[in-house]
T-cell receptor
């Protein structure tokens, strides 16, 4: 119940295309859903985050879509660039404990 | 933005020795810090939650006597890997949470690569 399932495991997108990464959860006590970007040998950096009372949030080229009834959320990267090539993790936070449960990660490669 | 640093960034040690990793919040006070472990090409696994001035809370399966955590001030938490063995080789990442109730985000450090020979 504490798991966050993330797909796909890897993704190859042409420059200028849309990258879509999906996550699903079971625990209804999760109350905050961030997405992190991680480059090799570096710590994760926050990209964008959403709370369950909002269905969509957009920041620049990054959009989170959130479906509370389906317990799913996704990251859309518009106009994908080679510099976006990294590993992306979704996460879910347990209400009250502030602990994050991370998805398994998606390795994105954007071809020039 | 909020900055979290870790020191050292890389460390190589011999089996049986202890290694200390520091995590500092540079521009905010963090009442809560978290320690994660990440194996190559895998996700981040939460090891423990560190609260300033109190004992750390360890996740199931994490040996508290092996991974000693101290959170002595609002800007510093340390993780000591005691009697390290090759299987402890991993990427250790800390995060810090600002104390404001309205703050949702954790800010992550750059990580420490530990290699035990």
């Amino acid at each position: 119940q504490q798991q966050v399932k993330q797909s796909p495991q890897s993704l190859i997108v042409q420059k200028g295309g849309i990258s879509i990464i999906n996550c699903a959860y079971e625990n209804t006590a999760f109350d905050y859903f961030p997405w992190y970007q991680q480059f090799p040998g570096k710590g994760p950096a926050l990209l964008i985050a959403i709370r369950p009372d909002v269905s969509e949030k957009k920041e620049g080229r990054f959009t989170i879509s959130f479906n509370k009834s389906a317990k799913q959320f996704s990251l859309h990267i518009m106009d994908s660039q080679p510099g976006d090539s990294a590993t992306y993790f979704c996460a879910a936070r347990s209400s009250g404990t502030y602990k994050y449960i991370f998805g398994t990660g998606t390795r994105l490669k954007v071809l020039a | 933005g909020a900055v979290v640093s870790q020191h050292p960034s890389r460390v190589i040690c011999k089996s049986g020795t202890s290694v200390k990793i520091e995590c500092r919040s540079l521009d905010f006070q963090a009442t809560t810090m978290f320690w994660y472990r990440q194996f190559p090409k895998q996700s981040l696994m939460l090891m423990a939650t560190s609260n300033e001035g109190s004992k750390a809370t360890y996740e199931q399966g994490v040996e508290k006597d092996k991974f000693l955590i101290n959170h002595a001030s609002l800007t510093l938490s340390t993780l000591t890997v005691t009697s390290a063995h090759p299987e402890d080789s991993s990427f250790y990442i800390c995060s810090a949470r600002p104390p404001a109730v309205s703050t949702d985000t954790q800010y992550f450090g750059p990580g420490t690569r530990l290699t035990v020979l």
